[in-house]
């Protein structure tokens, strides 16, 4: 008895061994890293680039609206369970912070516009001058349209960085590389898939920027206006040569007075607006009021804060975008 148990001792912690590194090996196969995303477009950009490597959840989902969202209980234990939290900044998400607050969150947060160039609203093409994307946008405007002077001009003006980046292909380049730098920086084990996947997703981003561009070249200048629901293509205007103009403010609770709305009917007939558009994330009353008036065309719906559910033409950040370039290039055509 005596003489056979060091021999046993040692199968047992063979075994224990055994054991061990097959738990630890299992937990690492089927575990992957468990991520937030706060809204859909992210959470698109993230499953490209995490791959199988990650578990993405998305706080804002399709065809949700980011800008008057309430989280949720569910919300605050998905973020609990979470590693990395991936935002888009520029002040876009604000009930985030109360919600990581709440939800005990203590991992590592992505700002995924970090190193955009913000544009401001109201200004096309001028940027706030600012280029790290971070300090240049302050926290202290209230969403309050109230003493807004802009009126005559028929819509409202945004204080403050412009946060729909994402409509510039180029700063979905970006995006991509924060998202890829995030996940390497919160598991250096897939560093390097990390990497290669955002490389793959960037070169197609590229591509379709490419195609974008020639699109929207071959259009006449002065026809490339259109109208939409809320001032969320900035940065599509700007990266693509079109001008929008947006029906509500900035954001998609702010209800424009009767004389708002006679002053954008008057602009589109005098500029000879040739298309209106609904988004997927507000209501098309106010735009097919404005069609309606003018004898613009529907130009059909943009997709944009939000991606569409799956199976409808904006299932993916790729798909969504040129699905918008699409509708709005066939609409501005004479
Ligand atoms: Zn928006």
Redesign the pocket.
């Known amino acids: 008895m005596r003489s056979n148990s060091p021999a046993r001792r040692r199968a047992l912690l063979a075994m224990a061994g055994l054991c061990l590194s097959a738990i630890l090996g299992t937990a690492q196969a089927a575990e992957p890293l468990k991520v937030v995303a706060s809204f859909s477009i992210l959470g698109d950009i993230v499953r490209e680039v995490g791959g199988a490597d990650v578990s993405v959840t998305t706080l804002v989902g399709p065809d949700g609206d980011a800008?008057g969202y309430e989280p949720t209980p569910g919300d605050a234990r998905k973020l609990a369970e979470a590693r990395v939290l991936i935002v888009n900044g520029l002040d876009f998400e604000t009930w985030l912070p109360r919600l990581t607050k709440a939800s005990g969150f203590s991992g590592q947060t992505v700002t995924a516009s970090k190193g955009v160039k913000p544009r401001a609203f109201g200004s096309p093409g001028e940027g706030h001058g600012g280029t790290d994307g971070h300090d240049d946008h302050d926290h202290d405007h209230d969403h309050d349209h109230d003493h807004d002077d802009d009126h005559k001009q028929g819509h409202h003006h945004h204080h403050g960085a412009d946060p729909?980046a994402w409509q510039n292909l180029a700063n979905g380049v970006i995006y991509a590389r924060n998202v890829a730098d995030g996940l390497a920086a919160a598991d250096p084990a897939h560093a390097q898939a990390y990497r290669q996947r955002a490389d793959a997703y960037i070169a197609r981003l590229n591509a379709l920027d490419a195609s974008v561009r020639k699109a929207f070249d071959a259009i006449a200048a002065d026809r490339r206006k259109v109208v939409t629901s809320?001032d969320?293509f900035g940065y599509f205007g700007d990266a693509y040569g079109v001008t929008f103009i947006p029906a509500m403010g900035?954001s998609?609770d702010a209800e424009p007075s009767a004389r708002e709305v006679a002053a954008i009917i008057e602009q589109v007939r005098r500029e000879k607006v040739p298309a209106v558009f609904v988004e997927n994330i507000s209501s098309p009353k106010l735009v097919q009021q404005i069609a309606r008036e003018t004898g613009a065309k529907v130009g059909g719906t943009l997709y944009?804060?939000a991606l569409s559910k799956p199976g409808q033409p904006g299932a993916t950040y790729l798909e969504m975008f040129e699905w918008n370039a699409r509708q709005l290039a066939t609409a501005l055509q004479p």
Do not use: F, G, I, P
């Open positions: 800008h729909h809320h969320a900035v998609t944009s804060d």
